[in-house]
Structure formats: C-alpha cells, structure tokens
C-alpha cells in the first residue's frame, strides 16, 4: 500500500504533498504578508517577535530558519546580528524574501532553496534551528525534525513556532468558526485564493496537538524541550536542544 498523509482534510499519496504543497504557496506568494495580517490582525507580528525573543539569536551565530520564505523570522534575527541562512521549498517564496530585504537594505543573509526533510547542508553547523508556520505543511514531520537535529552543533537550540489547539473552550468555538468560515473568503478577496486559504486552515485542525508535537521533538532525540501556549494554545512556541 502507498503512503499517505493529510492535505488539509484529504488524505493524499505521499509522494504528492510536497508538489501540491509547493503549488499552494507558489499561489500565495505575493499576498502571503497581506493575508497574515488580515487572518490574524497583526498578531502574527507579536507572535514572532515574542518567538525570536525565545530563540535570543546572538551576535555571529550560525542559524538556520527553515520555510523562512519572505523573511519575517529572519529579519528580525539578522538585526541581532546573527548570520541567518534562509531556506524554504519554495523559490517563489524565497524571491519576495530577496525582494523585501533588498527594500529594506538589510544584506548579509544567506538565501537557499531547500526541503525540510532532505536538507543538503552539513552535519552540526547551526547553533540554532528555526522554522515559524511552516513544520505542518511538511510531508513527514519525523524526517524534519532529524534533520533538524541532525544540522545542529552540540547544544544547539531548536525552537518552532506553529498553530495548534487552543484550550479556551469559547475561543476555540469562535475561532473555529471564524478560520472555516471567513479565512478562505479572504483569501478570495484579498489574494484571489479560495482554495489554498482552505487548505492552510485545514492544515492545522490536522496537526498534532501540543502534547503529540512535544513527543515527536523528543522523539527526534532533542532534550529539555519546553512548550509556551500562546492565546491557550491557539499559537505555541516549541523549544528543545541538542545535548
């Protein structure tokens, strides 16, 4: 039998989801930071510059920030004045990320097209991994999470920050109700996206709970990993290093 993984609510052939995922944000490219302001109104912003907080990129660190695509995560590590190596699948998206730091005359990031699961750099040269939005749209999480591991030095620090499943029981009601309903609507409108909109938000009712991903990152042999819930859990920081 072929394996398979989740596309949104289907289950897809495995060897399919890497280019179905690959269309998806070849679509959305160009209004991905417009449609993350209007999903989120602007908290996605809070959100990861409370994450780079947590990661506390230092001066000449070697840091890996994986589906970096238009540069949001790694900016605000490069100011720090670390030096970020961008990689994403996704070459549309890597351009705008070119095109946004060019605007904004930051120079010295790396840019490198790469897949999470078979990354080609090699073993132990990042004190730090990163990756925000984007360990969910990856066909096998295992496999990225030990190439994570594998990429890192002795004591290198994982840290993602990702959607989960918020535990306030009326704001998961609303919230659930609000990402089915409108997100795809603003998707249409705002990006002329129904579908990929759909997909993102059902990506996330597929991914495992805080707990399970907590289990898969220890699994993946990282130690003293720690999970911050962000609005019950809606958003969570997770964390764990390489011993």
Known sequence: MNDTVSFGYRDVDATQKTGMVKGVFSNVAGKYDLMNDAMSAGAHRLWKD????????????????????????AFRMHTKGANVTVSDINPEMLAVGMERAEKKGLTGLAWSEQNAETLSFPDRQFDAYTIAFGIRNVTHIDKALAEAHRVLKFGGRFFCLEFSTTLWPGFADVYDAYSHHLVPKLGKLLANDEESY??????IRRFPDMAK???MIRAAGFTQTKVEPILGGLVAIHSGWKA
């Open 213 to 215: 991903f907590e289990g």
């Open 50 to 73: 409370q994450f780079v907080k947590r990661v506390k990129p230092q001066p000449g660190e070697a840091i890996l920030d994986m589906a970096g695509g238009t540069g949001d995560i």
């Open 198 to 203: 759909r997909y993102l938000i059902e990506s």
